[in-house]
């Protein structure tokens, strides 16, 4: 839902990108912004969130976060 993002812009990338989803479909990304993940002890960043509104779940790229936050999960 590309209004949980705090900074959001059309994508240049609607035309030729797409996710791949696990049955093999691919789902158009129409936008790319910004967003948080607050906790009682830290806020982290979520950078580049890719918009695909027939996604129906939040996905998370694990190694992404990781990177933008320099920080490790157990």
Request: aromatic share 4%; hydrophobic share 30%; net charge positive.
């Amino acid at each position: 839902d590309s209004g949980t993002l705090s900074i959001y812009s059309s994508s240049p990338l609607h035309n030729s990108s797409k996710v791949v989803v696990g049955n093999g479909s691919t789902l158009p990304i129409v936008g790319t912004g910004t967003s948080h993940i607050s906790t009682l002890h830290a806020t982290f960043r979520l950078n580049n969130v890719l918009h695909t509104p027939n996604l129906i779940k939040n996905l998370i790229s694990v190694r992404q976060f990781t990177r933008d936050n320099s920080c490790s999960i157990e």
